[in-house]
Nanobody, 117 residues
Framework: QVQLVESGGGLVQAGGSLRVSCKAS????????MGWYRQAPGKQRELVAY???????NYADSVKGRFTISRDNAENTVYLQMNSLKPEDTAVYYC???????????WGQGTQVTVSS
């Protein structure tokens, strides 16, 4: 099993920045991609960004150029730096980790990001 603990959400004004973090523990050997999804009220959960062990990244079009995902493999931690935040970025942000041995996606509990206009 893998446990994911997120931190760093909060309230920020439009145009501001936040960084959320997610630390994995447990059966971390075998984690490949780690990343973030988000879910706004009344909407489906959507992919924000992910990063593989080798450093390859992928971003949703809506966050390209504003968000940056990074990873510390030694600390089993993934970060999402969010700049130029918009009210439409308001959502619960969920960390996930894809495990290639257990063939399972693990999820964090979610952290609220609220952007006021």
């Amino acid at each position: 099993q893998v446990q994911l603990v997120e931190s760093g959400g909060g309230l920020v004004q439009a145009g501001g920045s936040l960084r959320v973090s997610c630390k994995a523990s447990g059966l971390t050997l075998g984690i490949n991609a780690m990343g973030w999804y988000r879910q706004a009220p009344g909407k489906q959960r959507e992919l924000v960004a992910y990063i593989t062990t080798s450093g390859s990244t992928n971003y949703a079009d809506s966050v390209k150029g504003r968000f940056t995902i990074s990873r510390d493999n030694a600390e089993n931690t993934v970060y999402l730096q969010m700049n130029s935040l918009k009210p439409e970025d308001t959502a619960v942000y969920y960390c996930y980790a894809n495990h290639v041995v257990t063939m399972t996606d693990y999820w964090g509990q979610g952290t609220q990001v609220t952007v006021s206009s």
